[in-house]
């Protein structure tokens, strides 16, 4: 596989990701295929691997969503500025300490959001523990997963 098409697959990867951030984007299955479509051009024994392993844990990351409470995003006021500033974040935290940084850098950046909204720190921790109740549980499974086979797939394009 060219390097390229290796970029195009990382960015359909960074969609998917962006994607779970945004409501109605299928970010997950995004970055399932764009696996798929690594897989499919491969054809390693790796590639297929890491294909099977990305459907079941997102199969696995499916269930677990829908076992926590619905959604009320309006109810606690997130907005399309609180979802950037989470998903900038989650993107960083990423790069700077693989996957467990991701998870730290959402809500870092639900609270540096409500920082600059509210200008306190107790305002601040108060609203982001109100968002992280509200919708931050499952869009945090699901970003963790996506996160987690963007790493699985970075090791492999670079070990092979």
């Known amino acids: 596989m060219g390097v390229w098409q290796l970029l195009m697959v990382g960015a359909v990867m960074l969609l998917g990701v962006l994607g779970v951030l945004i409501p109605g984007v299928p970010g997950t299955w995004l970055v399932w295929a764009a696996v798929l479509w690594w897989a499919m051009q491969d054809q390693s024994g790796l590639a297929w691997v890491l294909l099977v392993a990305t459907t079941v844990l997102l199969l696995v990351n499916q269930v677990v969503v829908w076992q926590l409470p619905p959604r009320r995003i309006r109810e606690v006021g997130v907005t399309r500025r609180m979802a950037v500033f989470a998903g900038a974040g989650s993107i960083a935290g990423f790069f700077l300490l693989p996957v467990i940084g991701g998870v730290l850098g959402f809500i870092g950046g639900i ?50």
Do not use: P
Not at 115 to 143: D, I, K, Q, Y
């Open 111 to 160: 609270y540096t959001c409500e920082r600059f909204r509210l200008g306190g720190h107790g305002a601040a921790m108060a609203s982001t523990r109100a968002v992280m109740r509200a919708v931050g549980t499952s869009v945090l499974v699901e970003l963790f997963t996506c996160l987690v086979i963007v790493g699985a797939w970075m090791g492999a394009v670079l070990s092979g």
